[in-house]
């Protein structure tokens, strides 16, 4: 029998890298709970395989939800909006770009588990 280490992942947040890109391969992303409530935390792995974690805001959850997992990205904290939303409020803004062709060796998408519950309607 052979140990492995196990090395602890800090979550780090885009909004300290203003126009500093991020480039490595999306992983996924789950919700945790925080004081603040439920937050996105996305999951990378850089290519030289340190992994990063992210806490999500608004504009990084929705390009996210739409780009591929285990694919190249470039993730760059773009600041704040000009324009104030419905709470009075500036938003953080960012850009998401992919590259389909390059794929992190080995990567294979968790399958969603199946809760089996009996007393749903549906």
């Not at 992303?29 to 409530?37: M, P």
């Not at 999951?43 to 990063?52: A, R």
């Not at 999500?56 to 190249?72: D, H």
């Not at 600041?79 to 939303?85: D, I, Q, Y």
Request: charged share 25%; with cysteine.
């Amino acid at each position: 029998m052979s140990y492995q280490e196990t090395k602890s992942v800090d979550a780090v947040k885009l909004t300290d890298y203003q126009n500093k890109p991020m480039e490595a391969f999306y992983i996924g992303s789950k919700e945790v709970n925080t004081k603040f409530g439920e937050q996105q935390l996305h999951n990378f792995q850089k290519s030289d395989g340190t992994k990063v974690s992210v806490w999500g805001f608004t504009a990084l959850n929705r390009l996210l939800e739409q780009t591929p997992k285990g694919i190249l990205c470039k993730v760059t904290y773009t600041g704040k909006s000009e324009v104030a939303n419905k709470y009075g409020n500036k938003s953080h803004t960012c850009s998401v770009f992919f590259d389909t062709d390059v794929k992190l060796d080995g990567f294979q998408e968790a399958e969603p588990q199946k809760e089996e519950n009996d007393d749903l309607p549906f």
